[in-house]
Nanobody, 115 residues
Framework: QVQLVESGGGLVQAGGSLRLGCAAS????????MQWWRQAPGKNREWVAT???????AYGDSVRGRFTISRDNAKNMVYLQTGSLQPEDTANYLC?????????WGQGTQVTVSS
């Protein structure tokens, strides 16, 4: 089993940035793909970014060029560096990982962007 705990959310003005973190309960070098998602009230969950064990990354169209996903295997952490935030980026940001065929989720960290 894997527990994931997100951190780093908060209130930020438009144009600002936040670094979100996801702490895993086991070595992330043993985990498969790790991802960031987000969900705004009344909207479907939206995929944001993916990083593989090998470090390959991919991004959703709405964040590509503004957000960067990274992993620190030594600290068992995955990060999402956000930038040029806009009000439409306001959402609960969730971390997820795949491990032995199961998909695990954290509770999320709230990001609110004011105009």
């Amino acid at each position: 089993q894997v527990q994931l705990v997100e951190s780093g959310g908060g209130l930020v003005q438009a144009g600002g940035s936040l670094r979100l973190g996801c702490a895993a309960s086991r070595s992330i070098s043993s985990l498969d793909t790790m991802q960031w998602w987000r969900q705004a009230p009344g909207k479907n969950r939206e995929w944001v970014a993916t990083i593989t064990q090998g470090g390959s990354t991919a991004y959703g169209d709405s964040v590509r060029g503004r957000f960067t996903i990274s992993r620190d295997n030594a600290k068992n952490m995955v990060y999402l560096q956000t930038g040029s935030l806009q009000p439409e980026d306001t959402a609960n940001y969730l971390c997820s990982s795949w491990y032995v065929g199961n998909h695990y989720w954290g509770q999320g960290t709230q990001v609110t962007v004011s105009s």
